[in-house]
């Protein structure tokens, strides 16, 4: 076990920076930052978003990378080592990717089908209603896509930290950075006259999307906006299931690890402003405030119609838009693997290589159970938030809803309160840099951070009763 944690490492602190910020830019910042700030009052959800970065995400990312590069280990003999007594919360981070791994691949399979349909020019098609669903529900090709992706995602972990994670990520994270901004300008010069013979430009849609809107705000609604904020921001950084803790290990001594975690929030951050510009002004000029829909239906229902308006230009903006999520997606599915695998070789002293193959079999039978979810498996579950969901929605709303807010929860007050937040700060401080932020780190990871986290399960938990 000790060999094979000593020859993973990343080489350099930008390829470190550029695998975290690959697990963190995932479908999160395409399909539900967006969503969620016109949702939201706009440029307020921004602000409470940027005021939520820097204090409580920044929290969070610094004790999984600190936790990580100090203890060498993933998350549960991170845990152990930490204290004995608190292995099980290690093993209930452990399991978060665990549960994700189960339908990520999906996900990224129903993405790379999209890229294929624009590749081949199926722009008309991929705009008709029904089309995303008759797609999800043909018990054959939902799998193949599926299981194409996992197996794309488990070639590049069976690689290796350096060889395969570091080198996929710098080449595909400056390539995506690229395409999100060259899209993002181009929505902006858009503008279409509907049938009603309204005209609407993209310069228009931006001020929808960054004017706070105040209108009806009461204490209660900004609670909510709040809420989603808090809850969005977990689950884009990639923060409390184990992800940055695998990947904090990985990390030499020498790296700053203060530069490192401004840089990942700044990138994650970055893209997920940018994806909002790029998908908010077209969504808008094309079909008004209506288009705008939550998760899946944005990406695979509204923008294909937003693309097909485009005319020809809407084949390659589709198709470099699809590419992007599919980038996006890959290297957070990596991510999620790659901390299984990491877990699972220090529990089985086994290789890397025999894990992988394993782990890949493993996960290439559930993610096809997990496809077929919404064919041959069919099942309709009232979740406790309300909607009703198939297989996938159950695992994601365990793992996000249910594990994450409880293991951010515990893991403030064993940091906090039982081994001391020193314990973090000496970390960020080892390499001979200044923790700057230490006395703000202190602070959250002591009372705010530990009392934010009860209103969220709270309000969960307010959602489950009514
Ligand atoms: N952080 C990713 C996003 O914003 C989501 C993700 C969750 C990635 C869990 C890996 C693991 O979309």
Known sequence: MENNTKKNTFSSQFGF????????VGVGNLWRFPYLAAKDGGGLFLVVYLALVVTFGFTLLVSDIAIGRKTKKSAIYAYAEMSEKWKFLGVATFLVPVLIMTYYAVIGGWITKYLTVYLTGEVQAAAEDGYFTSFITSPVSSVIFALFFMGL???????????????????????????????????????????AGVTRNGIQGLKFYLMPSLEGVTVQRFLQILLDAMSQLFFSLSVSMGIMITYGSYVKPEVNLNKSVNQIEFFDTGVAFLSGMMIIPAVYVFSGTDGMSAGPSLMFVSLPKVFHAMGNAGILVGMLFFLTAAFATLTSCISVLESIVANCMALFHASRKKVTLVLTAIYMAISAVIALGYSVFYMEVNLPNGTVGQLLDIMDYISNSVMMPFIAFFSCILIGWIIGPKWISDEMESSGHVFKRKKLYNVMIKYIAPVLMLILAVDCKMKLNT
């Open 17 to 24: 920076v550029m695998a975290a910020a690959g697990s963190a």
């Open 153 to 195: 995602t488990a070639l590049i972990v069976y690689h290796g930290v350096e060889k395969g994670i570091e080198k996929v990520s710098k080449f595909i994270m400056p390539m995506l950075l690229v395409m999100v901004v060259g899209i993002a300008v181009f929505s902006l010069t858009l503008s279409n006259t509907d049938a």
